[in-house]
């Protein structure tokens, strides 16, 4: 089988084949929309680098039959890209194609199918959108106290109509500059609300998820986020490598007699950890009484709150892992072991 290493650029790629023997049989430049066109060919082992269009062009090269490999980007430079700070399009392609022959298995990262890849654009939109309007409402809230206003008490939905309320009584009006950013806020509020429907309509009809928000504190955003991370639960051993992916687990840095355990790895993708630790307070509020909820409870008067949700989201990740993988939904009596198994 040859082997066709591919340096993706936004614009243009370099393709290198070689053949089992490494001896390089074509070696050319095209625009990268037009790379699916190239791979309908004789299956090969196609090597890619991850980047930004790294998996698409794998899902349609595994489409047309080609054996797929991304390589991770923190050991392109172990496997000769950039070798000795010379990087170009041609030296990357070649290195990679000459890595795929001279090594039988290359270390790949997992290729998300279609809904994962959707499902996570969807919710990093969300979090983009969020993210602005916090902005926004910072800098209202900032204004505000230059004015030696009284705090308000309000969320970002009830921001706008409480600012021009407490501008008017004051006698000042509201700014246009001001006005401005409340209307920017009046607007994401709508565009947010719509987002949180279409999730919830999407999660409602994906039974994965109806299965995983039947466990207390999850909804809508954290069963997309997390199916959409895990996308298919067989690539993983048990609940201990759901935890270890997710960068829920302690670390460790030991050597010889020395011995040191540190702050969680944090290796995973964070928006999951972030909805994660939400939904483990949220757990903790609507249902302490649960086992997984006295536990936490427990781990909070030995080692204080904060430790103890981290903790709880730890547990809830493993939880959630074996609710997919056994296709049953939350049992308050059964779950508090099989979050670890």
């Known amino acids: 089988m040859n082997h066709l290493a591919i ?32 791979l309908d060919a004789d299956p090969a082992h196609v ?3 991850t980047s930004a269009e790294a ?10 039959g080609h054996q797929v490999t991304v ?29 795929a022959c001279q090594v039988e298995k290359l270390p790949s990262v997992h290729i998300p199918s279609q809904r994962a890849s959707e499902w996570r654009a969807l919710s990093t939109s969300r979090e983009t959108l969020l993210d ?39 006698g000042s009006g509201v700014p246009m500059h001001i006005e401005r950013l409340l209307v920017c806020i009046e607007t994401m509020n709508e565009q947010a609300a719509e987002m949180d429907r279409e999730l919830s309509e999407l999660a409602s009809q994906e039974p994965t998820c109806r299965l995983l928000m039947s466990m207390p504190g999850v909804g809508p955003v954290t069963a997309t986020r997390f199916v959409a991370a895990l996308d298919d639960p067989k690539r993983f051993d048990s ?9 829920l687990t302690p670390g460790e840095k030991s050597s010889g007699q020395s011995q040191r355990r540190t702050g969680l790895t944090k290796a995973g993708p964070a928006p999951v950890r972030r909805v994660l630790n939400q939904a483990a307070w949220c757990f903790l509020r609507v249902r302490a009484d649960d ?11 030995r080692r204080g709150k904060m430790t103890a949700v981290t903790a ?10 074996a609710m997919w993988r056994d296709h049953k939904p939350y049992d308050p009596q059964h779950q508090l072991s099989s979050g670890n198994a």
């Open 312 to 321: 709880l989201a730890r547990k809830m990740a493993g939880v959630l892992f």
């Open 55 to 64: 998996f698409t062009v794998a899902r349609a090269a595994q489409a047309l």
């Open 239 to 247: 609940a201990a490598s759901v935890m270890g992916y997710l960068g």
């Open 132 to 170: 602005a309007r916090t902005q926004l409402v910072n800098s209202v809230r900032g204004f505000l106290r230059t004015l030696i206003q009284q705090p308000l008490r309000c969320t970002p939905k009830t921001l706008p109509a409480r600012v021009r309320a407490a501008l008017r009584d004051d």
């Open 291 to 301: 086992p997984i909820g006295q536990w936490a409870v427990a781990v909070a008067q």
């Open 47 to 49: 090597v890619l680098e």
């Open 7 to 38: 340096d993706l650029g936004s614009r243009k790629s370099q393709v290198c084949m070689r053949n089992e023997r490494g001896e390089i049989l074509q070696e050319y430049s095209c625009p990268t929309l037009r790379l699916q066109r190239m």
């Open 71 to 99: 390589v991770p980007s923190v050991l392109a430079r172990t496997l000769g890209v950039a070798q000795r700070g010379v990087k170009t399009d041609v030296r990357d392609a070649r290195a990679l194609s000459l890595v």
